[in-house]
């Protein structure tokens, strides 16, 4: 069985400083992990993902995820918010045997001008 | 636009009617997934194709939902005699195999259904 949680419903924080969204996972075998972003009445759109190698992944935006084995989490950084980031983030897991992703309920984020 | 297509964009029906929703995947990709998402929750799977073999279903896909994917490329999702807790956003998405495949889906806008 593969899971994701999400432990924030929303997370806040102002234009120009850092923000964290929290992702933790299970799953059985190797965890492939993606981040998707979704802007009001659209579909999801994918920034980035980790299969293997470098801990730390780069993706669309300026977005970045920290992969940690120990903690199983996958948590989404950016060094300096914008307002145009606001949006409900979603974090998506799959077993590397599986080719059908598990999604996490969301967090909502607001950044204020 | 070469992108996921899913038609229609919204659907307004009565209780007990029948409802189908189309998607056009990614030429290219072989893989293709129906999501159900409803407010303040996550895309929840429904259903997933390789090709036009549906290869495996939710529990949460009752006996009123059908898949199709007839020669592999779009998929229609149907939903008999609706009642109103299938109201919710339906997203298709696709995906690649072998030197396409990255991994990632790439979703449509969603096809949102509001049973009256």
């Known amino acids: 069985a593969q899971s994701v949680a999400q432990p924030e419903d929303q997370v806040n924080v102002a234009e120009g400083n850092p923000l964290t969204v929290k992702c933790t996972y299970s799953?059985?075998?190797?965890?492939?992990l993606f981040w998707y972003v979704q802007y009001p009445n659209r579909g999801l759109q994918f920034l980035l993902k980790?299969?293997?190698?470098?801990?730390l992944v780069k993706g669309s935006y300026g977005f970045e995820a920290e992969f940690n084995k120990s903690q199983t989490s996958f948590h989404l950084k950016k060094p300096s918010a914008l307002v145009s980031d606001s949006a409900l983030y979603f974090c998506?897991?799959?077993?590397?045997?599986?080719?059908?992703?598990?999604f996490g309920r969301g967090t909502s984020l607001i950044v204020h001008p | 636009d070469t992108g996921v297509s899913q038609d229609p964009r919204h659907k307004i029906t009565k209780r007990g009617q029948n409802v189908t929703f189309r998607c056009d995947p990614i030429?290219?990709?072989?893989?293709l997934y129906w999501y159900r998402q409803t407010l303040g929750q996550g895309p929840e799977f429904l259903t997933y194709?390789?090709?036009?073999?549906?290869?495996?279903k939710s529990r949460l896909l009752s006996d009123r939902f059908s898949a199709e994917r007839p020669k592999g490329s779009f998929s229609t999702l149907e939903i008999q005699r609706t009642e109103q807790g299938d109201s919710a956003m339906y997203l298709c998405?696709?995906?690649?195999?072998?030197?396409?495949?990255?991994?990632?889906?790439?979703f449509g806008e969603g096809s949102r259904l509001t049973v009256l």
């Open positions: 998405a696709s995906s690649g195999t072998g030197t396409v495949n990255t991994g990632e889906l790439f």
């Open positions: 194709f390789q090709n036009e073999a549906q290869l495996e």
């Open positions: 980790y299969i293997t190698g470098d801990n």
């Open positions: 030429s290219e990709h072989n893989r």
């Open positions: 799953v059985s075998g190797n965890p492939y």
């Open positions: 998506a897991v799959r077993d590397g045997g599986s080719y059908i992703p598990t």
